[in-house]
């Protein structure tokens, strides 16, 4: 039996019907991209709290947007000290500071 011009136009809508959708669930679960990318050439940013958490993510993706500087202002000097080099590390750039902050001694 063979199949006719509409059947056929039919299996390959639905197999590129398919494709995008199987592209979109893949977009959607590996996360956002951030398609703006700020330039923060020539900007100072001071990141509170930057040793864990979304603090230290910030850090991490604002050091691949090239700020004249970053400081990580944290409480614990071990661990921002930590964080800074990882930072480094991660990212291969000299920028990136660390400041003892403690906002419970105000």
Same mark, same amino acid.
């Given at each position: 039996?063979?199949?006719?011009?509409?059947?056929?136009?039919?299996?390959?809508?639905?197999?590129?019907?398919?494709?995008?959708? $199987?592209? !979109?669930?893949? @977009?959607?679960?590996?996360? +956002?991209?951030?398609?703006?990318?700020?330039?923060?050439?020539?900007?100072? &940013?001071?990141?509170?709290?930057?040793?864990?958490?979304?603090?230290?993510?910030?850090?991490?993706?604002?050091?691949?947007?090239?700020?004249?500087? $970053?400081? !990580?202002?944290? @409480?614990?000097?071990?661990? +921002?000290?930590?964080?800074?080099?990882?930072?480094?590390?991660?990212?291969? &750039?000299?920028?990136?500071?660390?400041?003892?902050?403690?906002?419970?001694?105000?």
């Amino acid at each position: 039996m063979a199949l006719s011009g509409v059947a056929i136009g039919g299996i390959i809508g639905g197999i590129a019907a398919f494709v995008i959708v $199987i592209a !979109l669930l893949k @977009r959607f679960f590996n996360g +956002g991209k951030n398609i703006h990318y700020p330039d923060l050439t020539g900007k100072i &940013v001071v990141i509170t709290g930057a040793n864990t958490g979304l603090g230290f993510i910030s850090a991490r993706e604002m050091a691949k947007l090239n700020a004249k500087q $970053i400081i !990580l202002a944290c @409480r614990s000097e071990q661990r +921002g000290t930590d964080a800074v080099n990882q930072i480094k590390k991660d990212c291969k &750039v000299d920028n990136i500071e660390f400041m003892q902050l403690d906002l419970n001694d105000l």
